[in-house]
């Protein structure tokens, strides 16, 4: 039977030759993860459940991101609840400050990522590991206790949709142009509990950081998974990575996971992406998007650069590039936020955090912060924040009666300096 790439890896981890559409399958996971927002609640179910041990103390994965470092008594206890968690099992990837970053960057950074891993984490954006070719999908609380218990989770086996996207990306156009257009046009619920597959020449010529964003956003379009084929690239991203992980790392094993040319999909969407521009999602659902064009007349009191979204070096280079030589206006405060430890090294190696200091950012510390409300850049009552953040939720970063504009990285920076929304080719 013909198999997508999705259907592939759940049939594998299910012990099953092949798998439908609405099946229910019992699979076995290759990683669980949570944060310091829902890992606590699923610490509490996992001691209700009685059992003396984690399945397996190198799959369980603990990264405090959302509120870190503390910004208050109820954040401090809950990263210390994760903490005494991690030492009584024996749970050895559990990241503390000074080690930690935004989980679905710091994850793909330290090599725990690979092709066909079946990944569950308590964290919507957990989806973001399908652009290595691993079908990675957000859970509750509840299951990922389950899931450190028993090592196994059920799913439903969703419906498959296909992206193909062709053409050539104007300048300034990045992948998170790529996603928030799909996802303007299909709507937040268009891939409800669906693997949404992107290919075609545009996505191969992505770089894996232009692929992560994308695959980030899936959620955002109500997707089960988003999914890429994995390719060269994905073995040159990954090969220096593995040796931290003694992973036999051999492209041609890959090929297990590629959809078939006749897989089966509910709809195929298929677009010709060389005349769109930057675009803007509007408050206050990332599908309300227009091209960058039609936005100059927004003024902004906050830019926000980072997040799970858009805080990798690629990020901070294409900020730079923007930034240098210029000032953020005065009446804008413009957070800059790394991912990971790794990615605030380099930017001081290549001299990025020198020239957004010159401009007038803020540079923090690697954290989830102001792009779920949670510190590090809340909004007041009016205040308007254009952000390489997911959502843009009533109420997402801050005050309910502020308003969040997503964007990509290069139109955050440049609006920064504007002091209102605009693409770099306007400064």
Same mark, same amino acid.
């Given at each position: ?36 927002? $829902?890992?606590?609640?699923? +610490? &509490?179910?996992? *001691? ?6 984690? %399945?397996? @103390? =190198? ?8 509120? $870190?470092?503390?910004?208050? +008594? &109820?954040?401090? *206890? ?6 005494? %968690?991690? @030492? =009584? ?339």
């Amino acid at each position: 039977m013909p198999q997508t790439i999705s259907q592939k890896i759940l049939a594998k981890h299910a012990g099953l030759k092949s798998v439908e559409p609405g099946q229910l399958i019992n699979c076995k996971v290759d990683l669980v993860l949570g944060n310091d927002i $829902t890992a606590p609640t699923a +610490i &509490k179910e996992f *001691e209700k459940i009685g059992v003396s041990k984690v %399945f397996d @103390k =190198k799959k369980i994965f603990l990264v405090p991101d959302h509120f $870190t470092p503390a910004k208050d +008594i &109820k954040s401090a *206890e809950q990263v210390k609840m994760m903490r005494h %968690f991690a @030492k =009584k099992y024996g749970i050895v990837n559990f990241f503390e400050i000074g080690c930690m970053g935004v989980e679905h960057a710091l994850l793909p950074e330290i090599g725990a990522i690979k092709p066909g891993m079946l990944i569950i984490g308590a964290d919507s954006h957990t989806c973001t590991y399908g652009a290595l070719g691993a079908f990675s999908t957000g859970v509750g609380s509840t299951d990922m206790a389950a899931g450190m218990a028993t090592g196994e989770v059920w799913f439903k086996v969703p419906e498959q949709l296909k992206f193909i996207y062709k053409g050539k990306l104007q300048k300034w156009v990045e992948a998170k142009d790529l996603i928030l257009y799909t996802i303007g046009q299909i709507g937040v619920d268009g891939a409800r509990y669906m693997s949404m597959e992107f290919t075609g020449p545009v996505i191969d010529k992505l770089t894996i950081e232009g692929r992560l964003t994308m695959a980030n956003m899936a959620i955002e379009a109500g997707g089960k998974n988003g999914i890429f084929a994995p390719d060269r690239k994905v073995y040159d991203y990954l090969k220096n990575k593995i040796k931290l992980n003694n992973w036999t790392l051999e492209i041609g094993h890959w090929k297990l996971f590629e959809s078939d040319p006749d897989a089966e999909y509910k709809q195929v969407y298929e677009w010709d992406v060389s005349k769109i521009e930057p675009q803007i999602s509007f408050p206050h659902l990332p599908s309300n998007t227009k091209p960058v064009s039609k936005c100059k007349h927004i003024k902004i009191d906050q830019s926000v650069i980072g997040s799970c979204t858009n805080g990798r070096i690629e990020d901070m280079r294409v900020a730079a590039k923007v930034l240098k030589g210029k000032k953020v206006h005065p009446d804008v405060r413009l957070i800059i936020l790394p991912a990971t430890q790794n990615i605030e090294l380099q930017m001081i190696k290549e001299g990025l955090t020198e020239i957004f200091i010159k401009a007038g950012a803020a540079v923090s510390t690697p954290t989830c912060g102001p792009c779920l409300g949670g510190h590090m850049g809340i909004l007041a009552e009016g205040e308007r924040s254009i952000a390489t953040t997911n959502r843009n939720f009533v109420g997402r970063m801050g005050h309910p009666k502020s308003e969040v504009y997503l964007s990509n990285v290069a139109v955050a920076a440049a609006s920064a300096v504007a002091g209102h929304i605009v693409s770099p080719e306007d400064l």
